[in-house]
């Protein structure tokens, strides 16, 4: 099955630097793979995805960048503030044709520093 | 929120007592996901509904149970809660059927002691 690899685990930037988060799949036949943050006692929520016919997504200062031959997927977060600061998961899934649920990293942990 | 509810929010139990956790949604989503969350592994699937009656196993189902006897509500069984049973649990749904995009409840944070 999919298996998902994310890291860091834990970064520490500069309020106003930016902050890369990667991610790494296994299975080919994914397609589809958003990115959560978790702030503390909440669940997680959905702040940006992409699909595998997509190499590059962005949303105001959050991007995401997909690279299908590696098998990898970046968050990127420009301009970093106070309340970026939370856990963030990345995830993957062969989408609706295969009806497979999300297989998730294990999330790392972003303090943006003021 | 996606209208996702989840109850009890909060909840200690003793080791072999049976616990239910419910998730109920106010917009008649056909995919329903139960999940837990632990320091380490991050978030794990343990059972989903792709319709009334209809159920599957995740990833780390044992000592799981699950029911969808109607489409708002899923509920999850703990039949004899174990201590490594203790974690955040959380409820997803899928938005459309045509979608992957999963949206979460708040969490049902569970010590069985």
């Known amino acids: 099955g999919e298996n998902v690899e994310q890291h860091p685990s834990t970064l520490s930037v500069q309020e106003g630097d930016s902050a890369v988060i990667k991610c790494t799949y296994s299975d080919s036949a994914s397609n589809y793979f958003p990115w959560y943050k978790q702030e503390l006692g909440k669940g997680p929520q959905l702040i940006i995805d992409i699909r595998s016919n997509v190499g590059e997504k962005k949303d105001q200062r959050i991007a995401v960048t997909l690279n299908k031959t590696a098998k990898h997927f970046s968050l990127h977060i420009t301009e970093t503030q106070p309340e970026d600061s939370a856990v963030y998961f990345c995830a993957a899934s062969m989408g609706v044709r295969g009806n497979t649920p999300l297989v998730f990293g294990k999330g790392t942990r972003l303090s943006v520093i003021a | 929120d996606a209208g996702i509810t989840q109850s009890p929010r909060h909840k200690v139990t003793e080791t072999g007592t049976p616990v239910t956790l419910r998730c109920h949604q106010t917009e008649n989503h056909r995919y329903m996901y139960w999940y837990r969350q632990d320091p380490g592994h991050g978030l794990r699937l343990i059972h989903y509904?792709?319709?009334?009656?209809?159920?599957d196993k995740g990833e780390v189902s044992d000592g799981y149970s699950v029911s969808r006897s109607k489409t708002e509500d899923f509920l999850l069984t703990l039949e004899s809660a174990t201590s490594s049973q203790t974690s955040v649990y959380f409820c997803a749904i899928r938005a459309l059927v045509s979608t992957d995009t999963q949206y979460f409840g708040p969490g049902t944070r569970l010590t069985v002691l």
């Open positions: 509904s792709y319709g009334v009656k209809d159920t």
